[in-house]
């Protein structure tokens, strides 16, 4: 299925708008709710059953619960034949203990890798998942004139799951998510503290980074402070390996085409003044923003660990663990979709964009089926975004007059894509 080449604005486009407007409220209250109860990674077992029992009371074709062990996959059939488009909401919290002073703050605590922690949809993820359910809401009520098919994917532990577990949208699709129909086009959008309420953001290709962690282990040999010459000393090793690792973004990899980040954010060895370790531990990450370029940094990081210690005598082992793809919003569906968004918010309240140095794990379905994932501005109007606490803060503050453009923005964006030609 390619796409279509040309997007008119739908039919459908006052009646979305009054749905949208109808629904508003219980969008608003559904984040609240979902706000309140908050649940980590793999374990957002309330949401999900909320999540489902709505999407069966509207009388889905076809409701999956249990995918990727949480995640919740919803078919809904217009009346009218035409493509098939998915919609992506993430549902899961954070370990961060609020601090924002609403009514429906979060008073959750729950155990993370071992550790007691207060939890929080720091990231708004609460706001994906009430206005994945509000365009469910306006699409189903639609669906004698709806042409095409919309699967709604709800997914789980966007933010990594637990140590040990297996999940997000990678086990989604192992499971499934994108079969049984595959869809044509895949939408997704992320609240933001960086833009105003009522702004909406986008990029095309390259957006968000790819996000890799890596250790380094330097093998010295243990000896008396005071006679270093006796021994391997790891701890000199590490501080040339880490200088070492400034030089690799900076004069190994071509910046005018991609940007790229080395980050040392942790180092570990020694127990006392006067002895030189056995070992030394550094952990790290490493972003990029095109996959020959995230090869190519893996590769220089690990090489010049190993040399640089092997120059000094001490052992090396580096591991790097591939997390998320970049996710790549496809240049031909982002220029198709844009003229919607625009029309949605108004043209000048749809910014361009600079790229994000986070990651998502979205990237997964968009390497699979073309995607766009845009950002939606939830800063109120009075504060300047660049202060604003940022997604992530135990401050973080939703404007909740986001969800309804949110709603209006994927609803829009299904409808003039299955009526594109
Ligand atoms: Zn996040
Ligand atoms: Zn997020």
């Not at 949208?20 to 706000?35: C, G, L, M, N, T």
């Not at 990081?301 to 998320?324: D, F, H, M, Q």
Request: glycine share 10%.
């Amino acid at each position: 299925m390619t796409l279509p080449t040309s997007i008119h604005p739908s039919a459908l486009a006052s009646p979305i708008d009054a749905a949208a407007r109808a629904v508003e409220e219980r969008v608003i209250a559904w984040r609240r709710d979902i706000h309140q109860h908050p649940e980590l990674g793999n374990r957002e077992i309330r949401t999900a059953a909320i999540v489902a029992e709505h999407l069966i009371g509207l009388g889905f074709n076809d409701v999956r619960t249990g995918v990727a062990h949480t995640g919740v996959v919803g078919l809904l059939k217009g009346a009218l034949p035409g493509p098939v488009v998915a919609l992506r909401a993430d549902m899961d919290a954070l370990p961060v203990t609020e601090e924002v002073d609403v009514p429906f703050a979060s008073k959750a605590r729950a155990t993370w890798n071992g550790e007691p922690v207060g939890v929080m949809h720091a990231c708004g993820h609460d706001c994906h998942t009430a206005i994945l359910m509000g365009v469910a809401t306006v699409l189903a009520g639609l669906r004698h004139q709806l042409r095409g098919s919309v699967k709604f994917i709800f997914q789980p532990a966007e933010e990594m799951p637990p140590h040990g577990e297996d999940g997000g949208a990678k086990m989604m699709i192992q499971e499934g998510a994108l079969q049984d129909p595959t869809p044509s086009a895949i939408f997704g959008l992320h609240v933001t503290s960086r833009l105003h309420v009522g702004q909406l953001g986008y990029r095309s290709g390259p957006t968000m980074a790819s996000s890799d962690r890596f250790s380094i282990t330097v093998h010295g040999r243990q000896t008396h402070g005071a006679a270093p010459w006796l021994g391997v000393d790891p701890i000199v090793t590490s501080a040339q390996v880490i200088l070492g690792l400034q030089t690799v973004v900076s004069r190994g990899i071509d910046i005018s085409r991609e940007p790229a980040v080395v980050t040392v954010g942790m180092i570990k060895g020694g127990v006392r003044e006067n002895i030189i370790p056995d070992n030394v531990e550094m952990r790290g990450t490493i972003r990029t923003f095109d996959e020959g370029m995230r090869d190519d940094v893996h590769e220089r990081v690990t090489t010049l660990a190993e040399a640089v210690s092997r120059g000094s005598r001490a052992g090396c082992t580096v591991c790097i663990e591939k997390n998320y793809p970049v996710t790549v919003n496809d240049p031909a569906l982002t220029e198709l979709m844009v003229p919607t968004l625009q029309r949605v918010a108004g043209d000048e309240h749809v910014q361009f964009v600079p790229k994000v140095t986070g990651s998502e794990d979205f990237s997964y379905f968009q390497q699979l089926v073309p995607g766009l994932f845009f950002f939606v501005g939830v800063t109120r109007p009075e504060i300047d975004p660049a202060k604003a606490p940022a997604n992530h803060s135990p401050r973080f503050h939703v404007d909740e007059r986001a969800l309804i453009l949110g709603v209006r923005s994927l609803a829009h964006l299904v409808c003039d894509f299955v009526e594109g030609r």
